[in-house]
């Protein structure tokens, strides 16, 4: 059964980076039947799609936050990584980590999100 | 990038009774090659992530109860609830995985009336 489980600062100063990971259990981080996908929902509001990656390294950004953001992943630690640099107040929100079932067609050839981890709430504030 | 937008923002419903909301895409979401719509409904209680009801516009996820379906097609797309239960007091998102940016709707509130 998937487990996601998001860990990192909960207070981050502005203008620093915020890094978080994702440890998954119940399935192989490394299986060819799946992305990894983060997503953001700042406190009473809506979801915010960050961006997607595969085991091999392919990344997938929200332009948004293209310029700001870097995902990795560490097959040998089952570990998901996402790096936010520059946080502003903006940037508040729990942030959570997901899996995407892998499809064909579209590109990224991605599902919805059917997994997704409790979400851990990172603050920016000084 | 794909804007969703819902349809009503809330909505009160008595137990037993069906609850619709509405979600429309900026531009189509259906691939032509496989005949299919690139949307999906989630449920978030509070407190709760977000869970996945609905995929392909109409798919229940596996474990959803079937007063839970998706209908639609093109841009313009359903969540029913066809006997609302006091567990289905929810935000419901919809959301485009045709293309990236992946997008969600602003989410509709589900209460009990």
């Known amino acids: 059964q998937l487990h996601l489980q998001e860990s990192g600062p909960g207070l981050v100063e502005p203008s620093e980076t915020l890094s978080l990971t994702c440890t998954v259990s119940?399935?192989?981080?490394?299986?060819?039947?799946?992305?990894w996908g983060w997503i953001r929902q700042p406190p009473g509001k809506g979801l915010d799609w960050i961006g997607t990656?595969?085991?091999?390294?392919?990344?997938y950004y929200n332009p948004s936050l293209e310029s700001r953001v870097t995902m990795s992943v560490d097959t040998s630690k089952h570990q998901l990584s996402l790096k936010l640099t520059s946080v502003t107040a903006a940037d508040t929100a729990v942030y959570y980590c997901?899996?995407?079932?892998?499809?064909?067609?579209?590109?990224?050839?991605?599902?919805?999100?059917?997994?997704w981890g409790q979400g851990t709430l990172v603050t920016v504030s000084s | 990038d794909i804007v969703m937008t819902q349809s009503p923002d809330s909505l009160a419903v008595s137990l037993g009774e069906r609850a619709t909301i509405n979600c429309k895409s900026s531009?189509?979401?259906?691939?032509?090659?496989?005949?299919?719509?690139?949307l999906a409904w989630y449920q978030q209680r509070p407190g709760q992530p977000p869970k996945l009801l609905i995929y392909?516009?109409?798919i229940r996820e596996s474990g959803v109860p079937d007063r839970f379906s998706g209908s639609g097609s093109g841009t313009d797309f359903t969540l029913t609830i066809s006997s609302l239960q006091a567990e289905d007091v929810a935000v419901y998102y919809c959301?485009?995985?045709?293309?990236?940016?992946?997008?969600f709707g602003p989410g509709t509130k589900v209460d009990i009336k």
């Open positions: 997901a899996r995407h079932p892998r499809t064909t067609w579209t590109y990224p050839p991605v599902g919805p999100l059917d997994g």
């Open positions: 119940g399935v192989s981080i490394t299986s060819s039947s799946y992305y």
């Open positions: 990656i595969y085991y091999s390294g392919s990344t």
């Open positions: 531009q189509g979401v259906l691939y032509s090659s496989n005949n299919k719509n690139y």
């Open positions: 392909w516009t109409s």
């Open positions: 959301q485009q995985y045709y293309t990236t940016p992946f997008t």
